[in-house]
């Protein structure tokens, strides 16, 4: 039976498998062959591509894969047994463990290069360095179990001026252009036998992939400018490993006569600002342990203190650390302490961000290990704190946190003759802690000038040319790649050697011998930039897993036709692309991206938004939750928003959006998809679309009391109420913290060609009432305009002339809030508007029986009183509680007319409308890592409706949520990565009724749930990535189910709910290149509707809302912008594909298309905007704005073909504005002057059939604050 499972595991041809897994390890340290990293995958490259397309040649990939792996693996770790097996047998086990999981990668590579080759037809050039480095990008990053060991990459450590590009790209992007070599070695070999015409491409091709890594290397080692960081003096006790694992004392007692025996020689007579001794030297515990009433040993600090002395110089040296963990548990750490020479002055700082000891006053700062080897120094997935107290059971070793470089004072030449003193750091690094790309990089990140590695590398062999195994050549080899990528210079400390300094260009000097006391003295070099490397880090990584991991689910979802499962793991990929996408340095918080024109958002925990000009873009809710829902907020001082500016206005400046006024006159959002009934619109966290139609008017909701408007996208939380299902418009006002006092004063105002004018003013103080802070404000607006232009290519006898027939508006506005804070943490908040408008509603140009409606009367008033508190209680812990009451009130009047003089009255309407919500939300912190949230959300929505000649009816809808959220980071705060990743989960309940249905009969309650998962990953400074899908529900609203419109649709009473689908995953970035501040995101999407509520035309020149069986809505979202200083470009697009399928009749009851395929309406395949600022003389900026949207289709009754459809062909328009800011005294000290040109260009870009928006307008503005 063994013998038939080995002999499965042979592929068939094993020879190439053979030949290069022993070519690539003859490429590893010791032999460190240099021809073998540029041709050793080309025979496994050959093999592949003979498998052909057969139905067993994917099966075979994968045990070709596999089987290549295992021999290659086996032969560059046979170490793990030879080794030490002289201390365990147990390491035969972790031999073939580390091995067969190693071959599995191999296998996954296999298995992906022969697919996208076969079925996606990815060049070889392509395909192979993708997937090598995709799946070595995967096994570095695996939590826990994470063996970077001796990548493709580190093979040419041995050659450092040949991978100087590795300060661009890494270690992982050498490895890709040695896979890349290899491909196309592959290539030329493939084609031989085409004579010399066939080989010229890849011959050229492979000349230029050589020339250019080398050239730049070559290059960068001749130009590239050193200076001395530190004088070290390492010091090589060599300790016999056997006697470092028998007994603790006479090791540790071997090693102090061993170090001071070599030291002393210097005593008095060098300058050295540090002395390094290696890992574990010291192999008891100095500090005190309480819960074992260990007292810890003041007598070897002491006498690292005499060492420091004696060399007047700092020590770092390894030891072993120790914390309780409670009174009866405690946790040992593989610790480095730096101990600094009696009289040392203080670091800069104070040394602040160093991990106080027991024996401060004598250890100084430890630094504790955060890279563990699985299973000797702790179980993989395990806490460390499971296994306190357990100090002999491996596993038992806790996880040190990312800490700041160690400060260090040098004493450095100046100049000859002269010295100085000045403050340096380094970074250390424990054992194979060097074989971890990202701890180096961020050491370099933090102000690093040189690292250190103190390891004990004993474990891999003895004193006898037999026994000295690989690993301790292949082990310091990992340093050329650190130094290179880092350009700095880097110390090693090794018990039994290597010793040794590796400088910025990767040379190793000072090299030890093995298994023998030495010592030296020697300058470590380091450079003043920062490379490529450390600013961006793995990109090379991180792209490649992405696209493979998006490669690999196209093909899984086209094979199976399971369009969800690869939006899924699409999305997916851009969360694992992201995971190692490190940003620009940037002072920026991680979770957000900015974009021209906006100001911080107030969020909530965990969510910051830098204070920054330009959109904010945020990957995280306000709500802290793990859902990475895209966010947009845009500040209502900018001077792209007009003056007073209304909601539809300022969401038009928003990126990825579409606002579109409706036959109604209504202003409508609509999103990757979806209707304007699946975006809900909360003020203060009450929404204010649970009435009569499940959306508002944004025409008519005035902005004045807001700062800050912000839109999240996609998928939100499950806390958010009843209905939301495509996003989220939020505006608060007396939710957001109390800041200063400025911007609370104001005034602007505006003019346009028209005639139409606009103004508001605003004031408001802050006070401190009985301990806590109390802020009241408030303020009134008004907009006025009696028509506004058409534009030139839309001619209908709608229009008068230049005017827009019925396009008036009339509209006041006034609000106030006030918020009081206590010290506590408590806090009681209240906010209202209210606005009497009136305004005309322009006829569709393309309908020879347009909708001629007016609305003279269009009143609302919302109040909201708002509530919250922290706790803390012994029973149940710390949390926030927060609990709103809204009351929404609104009359409207609709007349209808007879033709568009307007004069005659043929129907009138009136409504009232009364929405009552109440909301109650709780977090709990399980832990400092982990939270629970709840939310409770009840509305009631009544509405009365009285038509000339008819009764009044009335209606009412009851809407009731429950939902919970529980997330967590994946590891405790300071604990790299792993802590900046969180995940959520969330479900909730939702009801619906309608116990009034205006006469008819009400439908029975319905009730549904809904569901949300995701994470977010910050991936470095100013980039997070994220993913999450979601399920959610929308019931039909009154309007949907009852009304008439007074004519226009037949009603239908027999909706069902809508159910969303959705799944997102995106990155977005921030940084600094070539003098520009820039910022991007890439959003992936995918929603389905089951049961989606559309119109569908029933004849007569009616319209009924349906059920559709499906409509599905995939797409792309991606942001760009670049700033220096006064000079900006950017932009946005929007790419999507929105079908609808299945559904009930079109016009006149038969198909409005062929088949039973139906059009989305409004649903553009691609639209976006373009902007450029430019800074003119007499400090004057400009800024020009493109918008284009794409091709449309909309449902038309009196269309006579094409089913009833009309196509609206694409179209853009152009705006420009000129602003200037004064400086003008008094209370309000700033004044900012804009002239606008709206539509520049004239250009009809319609919102709706017969709709087009504004024709050109000139509008001049200004501002006071």
């Keep these: 039976m063994i013998a038939g499972l080995i002999m499965g595991l042979i592929p068939v041809r094993p020879g190439l498998l053979l030949a290069g897994a022993v070519l690539l390890w003859l490429a590893h340290p010791p032999f460190h062959l240099l021809l073998p990293s540029f041709v050793g995958l080309v025979p496994f490259i050959l093999w592949i591509e003979r498998l052909g397309t057969g139905p067993d040649a994917a099966s075979e990939a994968r045990r070709g894969g596999f089987f290549f792996g295992l021999v290659y693996f086996s032969l560059v770790l046979y170490w793990l047994f030879v080794a030490l097996v002289y201390y365990t047998w147990l390491s035969i086990l972790a031999f073939v463990a580390t091995v067969t999981i190693l071959?599995?990668?191999?296998?996954?590579?296999?298995?992906?290069?022969?697919?996208?080759?076969?079925?996606?037809?990815?060049?070889?050039?392509?395909?192979?360095?993708?997937?090598?480095?995709?799946?070595?990008?995967?096994?570095?990053?695996?939590?826990?179990?994470?063996?970077?060991?001796?990548?493709?990459?580190?093979?040419?450590?041995?050659?450092?001026?040949?991978?100087?590009?590795?300060?661009?790209?890494?270690?992982?992007?050498?490895?890709?252009?040695?896979?890349?070599?290899?491909?196309?070695?592959?290539?030329?070999?493939?084609?031989?036998?085409?004579?010399?015409?066939?080989?010229?491409?890849?011959?050229?091709?492979?000349?230029?992939?050589?020339?250019?890594?080398?050239?730049?290397?070559?290059?960068?080692?001749?130009?590239?400018?050193?200076?001395?960081?530190?004088?070290?003096?390492?010091?090589?006790?060599?300790?016999?490993?056997?006697?470092?694992?028998?007994?603790?004392?006479?090791?540790?007692?071997?090693?102090?006569?061993?170090?001071?025996?070599?030291?002393?020689?210097?005593?008095?007579?060098?300058?050295?600002?540090?002395?390094?001794?290696?890992?574990?030297?010291?192999?008891?515990?100095?500090?005190?342990?309480?819960?074992?009433?260990?007292?810890?040993?003041?007598?070897?600090?002491?006498?690292?203190?005499?060492?420091?002395?004696?060399?007047?110089?700092?020590?770092?040296?390894?030891?072993?650390?120790?914390?309780?963990?409670?009174?009866?548990?405690?946790?040992?750490?593989?610790?480095?302490?730096?101990?600094?020479?009696?009289?040392?002055?203080?670091?800069?700082?104070?040394?602040?961000?160093?991990?106080?000891?027991?024996?401060?006053?004598?250890?100084?700062?430890?630094?504790?290990?955060?890279?563990?080897?699985?299973?000797?120094?702790?179980?993989?997935?395990?806490?460390?704190?499971?296994?306190?107290?357990?100090?002999?059971?491996?596993?038992?070793?806790?996880?040190g946190p990312l800490e700041p470089p160690t400060e260090l004072r040098t004493v450095?030449?100046?100049?000859?003759?002269?010295?100085?003193?000045?403050?340096?750091?380094?970074?250390?690094?424990?054992?194979?802690?060097?074989?971890?790309?990202?701890?180096?990089?961020?050491?370099?990140?933090?102000?690093?000038?040189?690292?250190?590695?103190?390891?004990?590398?004993?474990?891999?062999?003895?004193?006898?040319?037999?026994?000295?195994?690989?690993?301790?050549?292949?082990?310091?080899?990992?340093?050329?790649?650190?130094?290179?990528?880092?350009?700095?210079?880097?110390?090693?400390?090794?018990?039994?050697?290597?010793?040794?300094?590796?400088?910025?260009?990767?040379?190793?000097?000072?090299?030890?011998?093995?298994?023998?006391?030495?010592?030296?003295?020697?300058?470590?070099?380091?450079?003043?930039?920062?490379?490529?490397?450390?600013?961006?880090?793995?990109?090379?990584?991180?792209?490649?897993?992405?696209?493979?991991?998006?490669?690999?689910?196209?093909?899984?979802?086209?094979?199976?036709?399971?369009?969800?499962?690869?939006?899924s793991i699409a999305a997916g990929a851009l969360l694992g692309g992201g995971l190692l996408w490190p940003a620009a340095v940037a002072a920026q918080d991680p979770d957000t991206l900015r974009r021209e024109g906006a100001t911080p958002a107030d969020t909530l925990e965990e969510s910051p938004v830098m204070a920054l000009p330009g959109l904010t873009v945020t990957a995280v809710r306000p709500a802290a939750t793990a859902s990475g829902a895209s966010g947009v907020s845009l500040s209502l001082a900018s001077p792209m928003v007009p003056a007073a500016p209304l909601m539809s206005e300022a969401l038009r400046e928003m990126p990825f959006l579409q606002v579109r006024s409706n036959s109604r006159g209504e202003a409508q959002l609509t999103l990757r998809g979806t209707g304007s009934r699946q975006v809900a619109v909360l003020i203060d966290g009450v929404p204010l679309t649970l009435g009569w139609d499940a959306r508002t008017d944004l025409s008519l909701i005035p902005l004045d009391a807001a700062r800050e408007i912000v839109v999240y996208r996609g998928i939100t939380s499950v806390l958010q109420g009843p209905n939301v299902l495509g996003g989220v418009v939020e505006v608060n006002q007396s939710r957001a913290r109390i800041g200063d006092a400025a911007g609370l004063g104001g005034a602007q105002a505006a003019v346009d060609a028209t005639g139409g004018t606009r103004a508001s003013v605003r004031g408001g103080s802050i006070s401190e009432y009985r301990g806590g802070r109390l802020l009241l404000s408030g303020g009134v607006g008004g907009r006025w305009r009696d028509w506004f232009p058409v534009p030139g290519p839309a001619e209908s006898s709608a229009a008068d002339g230049a005017r827009r027939l019925n396009s008036d508006l009339e509209h006041t506005s006034l609000w106030g809030s006030a918020r009081l804070e206590g010290e506590a943490g408590g806090w009681l908040g209240f906010s209202g508007f209210a606005y009497a408008s009136g305004k005309g509603v322009p006829p569709e140009l393309h309908l020879d029986e347009p909708r001629l409606w007016r609305i003279p009367v269009a009143d609302r008033a919302l109040g909201v009183l708002t509530a919250g508190s922290e706790f803390e209680t012994a029973l149940i812990g710390r949390g926030r509680v927060e609990a709103a009451l809204g009351v929404d009130l609104g009359q409207t009047e609709i007349e209808q007319f007879e033709s568009l003089d307007y004069e005659s009255v043929t129907g009138t309407e009136a409504s009232n409308h009364a929405t009552v919500t109440a909301r109650a939300m709780s977090t709990h912190y399980l832990s400092d890592q982990a939270q629970l949230r709840g939310?409770?959300?009840?509305?009631?929505?009544?509405?009365?409706?009285?038509?000339?000649?008819?009764?009044?009816?009335?209606?009412?809808?009851?809407?009731?949520?429950?939902?919970?959220?529980?997330?967590?980071?994946?590891?405790?705060?300071?604990?790299?990565?792993?802590?900046?990743?969180?995940?959520?989960?969330?479900?909730?309940?939702?009801?619906?009724?309608?116990?009034?249905?205006?006469?008819?009969?009400?439908?029975?309650?319905?009730?549904?749930?809904?569901?949300?998962?995701?994470?977010?990953?910050?991936?470095?400074?100013?980039?997070?990535?994220?993913?999450?899908?979601?399920?959610?529900?929308?019931?039909?609203?009154?309007?949907?189910?009852?009304?008439?419109?007074?004519?226009r649709f037949v009603p239908n009473p027999d909706l069902r709910p809508e159910v969303l689908r959705a799944v997102e995953g995106g990155v977005s970035g921030t940084g600094r290149v070539m003098g520009a501040q820039y910022e991007v995101q890439a959003v992936l999407f995918g929603q389905v509707f089951s049961g989606a509520i559309a119109r569908v035309g029933v004849g007569d020149n009616q319209y009924q809302r349906q059920n559709r069986d499906r409509t599905t809505a995939t797409g792309l979202e991606l942001l760009a912008a670049a700033n220096w200083g006064r000079l900006g470009l950017g932009g946005d697009i929007t790419l999507q594909a929105v079908s609808v399928s299945g559904g009930g009749p079109g016009m006149g009851g038969s198909p409005p298309l062929e088949g039973s395929e139906l059009r989305a309406e409004y649903q553009p395949s691609v639209a976006g905007r373009f902007y450029a600022e430019v800074p003119l003389p007499w400090d004057v900026s400009a800024r020009a704005s493109l918008e284009g949207v794409g091709t449309q289709y909309c449902v038309n009754p009196e269309a006579s073909g094409a089913g009833g459809w009309s196509r609206l062909s694409a179209e853009h328009a152009l705006d420009a504005q000129f602003g200037k800011r004064l400086k003008v005294g008094g209370p309000l000290a700033d004044a900012e002057i804009t002239v606008a040109l709206e539509n520049l260009t004239d250009r009809a870009l319609y919102d709706q059939c017969g709709l087009p928006r504004p024709g050109r307008l000139l509008r001049l503005q200004v501002r006071f604050f």
Excluded at 165 to 188: H, P
Excluded at 239 to 246: A, I, R, S, W, Y
Excluded at 343 to 368: C, H, K, N, Q, W
Aim: proline share 6%.
């Design 103 to 399: 071959a599995w990668f191999v296998s996954l590579a296999a298995v992906g290069l022969h697919k996208v080759r076969t079925r996606l037809a990815w060049p070889l050039w392509v395909a192979v360095p993708v997937f090598w480095t995709a799946t070595e990008w995967l096994r570095g990053n695996l939590p826990d179990v994470a063996f970077p060991w001796m990548q493709l990459g580190d093979t040419l450590s041995g050659f450092p001026g040949l991978v100087g590009a590795a300060d661009l790209v890494g270690a992982r992007g050498i490895s890709f252009w040695l896979a890349l070599c290899n491909a196309l070695v592959a290539w030329l070999w493939m084609e031989r036998r085409g004579g010399r015409a066939t080989l010229v491409r890849p011959g050229a091709v492979l000349v230029a992939v050589l020339a250019i890594p080398i050239g730049y290397s070559a290059y960068r080692s001749a130009t590239l400018e050193t200076r001395t960081a530190a004088r070290v003096a390492v010091l090589q006790p060599n300790v016999p490993q056997h006697l470092k694992m028998t007994d603790h004392s006479a090791a540790t007692d071997s090693a102090l006569r061993s170090v001071m025996d070599l030291a002393a020689p210097w005593f008095g007579r060098e300058q050295i600002d540090l002395v390094l001794l290696p890992e574990t030297a010291i192999q008891l515990y100095m500090e005190p342990i309480e819960p074992i009433g260990h007292g810890g040993r003041p007598e070897l600090a002491s006498w690292l203190t005499t060492l420091a002395d004696g060399l007047n110089a700092d020590v770092a040296v390894g030891a072993m650390g120790a914390e309780a963990v409670s009174d009866d548990a405690w946790v040992p750490y593989n610790s480095a302490f730096h101990i600094r020479a009696p009289g040392d002055d203080v670091p800069p700082g104070g040394g602040a961000e160093a991990r106080p000891t027991p024996l401060s006053d004598i250890l100084g700062e430890r630094r504790d290990k955060r890279h563990l080897v699985p299973l000797v120094e702790r179980v993989p997935f395990v806490p460390p704190e499971w296994m306190a107290g357990h100090r002999y059971l491996g596993g038992s070793y806790g996880i």
């Design 412 to 567: 450095a030449l100046t100049s000859p003759g002269q010295t100085g003193q000045r403050w340096t750091s380094y970074g250390t690094l424990i054992c194979y802690e060097s074989i971890f790309a990202s701890l180096s990089r961020h050491y370099r990140r933090g102000g690093a000038e040189f690292l250190v590695n103190l390891t004990n590398d004993s474990w891999f062999g003895r004193d006898e040319w037999w026994s000295r195994s690989a690993a301790l050549w292949q082990h310091p080899a990992h340093l050329v790649m650190r130094a290179l990528e880092n350009r700095v210079g880097i110390a090693r400390a090794a018990n039994t050697g290597v010793s040794m300094i590796v400088d910025p260009r990767g040379r190793m000097t000072y090299v030890t011998p093995l298994f023998e006391e030495a010592a030296f003295i020697a300058d470590v070099e380091t450079t003043d930039e920062q490379t490529v490397f450390v600013r961006f880090g793995d990109v090379t990584g991180a792209a490649s897993a992405a696209a493979a991991v998006l490669a690999m689910s196209w093909l899984w979802a086209r094979s199976r036709r399971r369009r969800w499962a690869g939006l």
């Design 935 to 1047: 939310a409770l959300t009840w509305a009631q929505a009544g509405y009365s409706e009285g038509q000339q000649h008819g009764p009044a009816l009335d209606y009412s809808q009851r809407l009731f949520s429950l939902g919970a959220e529980f997330e967590s980071r994946l590891a405790p705060r300071g604990g790299g990565f792993w802590s900046r990743t969180r995940l959520s989960a969330g479900a909730v309940w939702d009801h619906s009724s309608t116990p009034r249905a205006g006469g008819r009969e009400a439908r029975l309650p319905i009730d549904q749930w809904g569901a949300r998962v995701g994470g977010s990953a910050e991936v470095a400074q100013g980039f997070r990535a994220h993913v999450g899908a979601s399920r959610r529900v929308r019931f039909p609203s009154l309007r949907e189910l009852y009304s008439g419109a007074l004519g």
